[in-house]
Each structure stands twice: as C-alpha cells, then as structure tokens.
C-alpha cells in the first residue's frame, strides 16, 4: 500500500470515528461523521477514483489537517494530472503553510490547465503583491478580470494595487465597477470613499459614504467611520 494512501485513510477513519456519543448533540459533528463514513466506503471500492481524492482532500481542508489535505490533492493530481481544481486547492493549502513558492507554482499548474482560471490568477496577484512585485501582481489582476468579467473582487484587488501606486485615477472607476457588480461587498464602498477622499472628490466620497449605510446599516463593520466622515464633510460645507 501507498504510504501516502495508508496514511489519508488513517485519517478518514479518524474523522469517521471522532467525536463518539457527542454526535447527538452537535449536527455539524454527525454530518462531518456521515461524509467521511461515505468517502471511507467509495475509497475501498474506487482506489483510483481522482474526484474521491480531491473530495477528500476537501474534508481534511476543512477540518484543518492540512498535511492529509495536501496528501489528497497531490494523489488525485497523480491520477489526473488534467485536474484544476486540484492543482489550486493544493495551492491554497501550500499557502497556508507558508510553502509561497510552491503555492505559486500549484496555482500556475492550475492555469496551465484552466488559464480562464479567475480565482488563480487573482491568487497569484495577491502572493506577488505581498511579495512587493506589483508589476507581476497587476498582470494577474487584469488577467483574473479579463478571465471573468463580472469578478467583483478582481477589480476591487486591482483598485487596490493602483491604490498603492498612488494611481487613484486609474483605482476609482475599479471600485464603482466591484460595488455595480456586487453591491453587497462593503470593502470596494470604503476604498472608493478613501480614494475619493484622497482626491478631494467630497460630492463622490459622501455619495459613496450614504450608499454604504443604506445598504447595510448603522451597526456595519465600517459604519461608524462613514459617519464620523459625513459629519467632516457636512462641517466643511
């Protein structure tokens, strides 16, 4: 047996058995019980199976065992290396451990496979720009909104990057776009109105500050500063 194989099944059968009589009292707990009993099953019948694999993968990411997550992901790409998704969850585990080089080179093996990949190109946007390399990071970017063009934080991310480059002309209209993509999205509300702010854009900036507060509520995460801002701008008048 496949040390690799031995070891994903030990911790199967692990989450298939945690939690004992407890199972009553938590639902998420019996649920999370009755998946890895499911998968448990499908890996004896379907050893080869690469969907079973990433699935698995899937259920350890999620209860934090990264090292058997990775171990899933990296058996169903040996089984189908054509697999995407594998390749950018095995990514987004890498990261997580700190392997940034490695996580950038699982999210380019997705996008060898997928290159209309929206999600990896913006990743791989955010690992160079915290890396600092915004030339590298804005190409990933404008890839990921040119992939998919109604990725709302695509455009909120590339703002973001022109933000930092003191291009807020360039970042204002990416802004406006995330918010009429995704009005829900309180992050692109706030960075439009500090760009504008910035700008000394004020009719803009309190359009903007109102639009947030309508959309969601005086208690929001960002709502005491749109206040404390319409009350400067109100007293600027």
């Known amino acids: ?3 690799m194989w031995r070891v994903g099944l030990a911790a199967l059968v692990w989450l298939a058995g945690c ?16 998946v890895a009993s499911q998968l448990q099953q499908q890996l004896q019948e379907q050893p080869g199976s690469p969907l079973i694999h990433f699935q698995l993968g899937q259920l350890y990411e999620r ?5 058997s997550a990775a171990a899933s992901y990296r058996r169903a790409i040996a089984l189908e290396e054509a697999f995407p998704e594998a390749h950018f969850n095995l990514a987004a585990v890498y990261y997580t451990q700190g392997r940034t080089l490695e996580a ?25 720009k915290k890396a600092g390399d915004l030339d ?15 990725f709302y ?7 973001q990057l022109y933000k930092q480059r003191s291009q807020l002309e360039l970042a204002l209209p990416l802004f406006r776009k995330s918010i009429a993509l995704k009005p829900g999205f309180p ?7 500090k760009a504008c702010q910035a700008l000394k854009q004020a009719a803009e900036e309190e359009r903007t500050l109102n639009a947030y507060l309508a959309q969601f509520g005086q208690e929001a995460q960002y709502s005491s500063y749109a206040r404390d801002r319409l009350r400067d701008l109100a007293g600027a008048r």
């Not at 590298?136 to 063009?149: H, K, P, T, V």
């Not at 992050?187 to 109105?193: I, Q, R």
């Open 19 to 34: 939690g004992g009589k407890s199972e009553e009292a938590d639902p998420a707990l019996t649920q999370l019980q009755q």
């Open 136 to 150: 590298q990071a804005e190409a990933a970017y404008l890839q990921a909104i040119r992939s998919d063009s109604s």
């Open 153 to 159: 934080e695509g455009y909120n991310n590339l703002g």
């Open 1 to 3: 047996m496949n040390p």
């Open 104 to 128: 950038v080179s699982a999210y380019q093996q997705a996008l060898r496979f997928r290159p209309d990949y929206a999600l990896a190109h913006n990743n791989l946007g955010f690992i160079h």
């Open 63 to 67: 209860h934090g065992l990264a090292d």
């Open 187 to 193: 992050e692109a509300y706030l960075n439009l109105a």
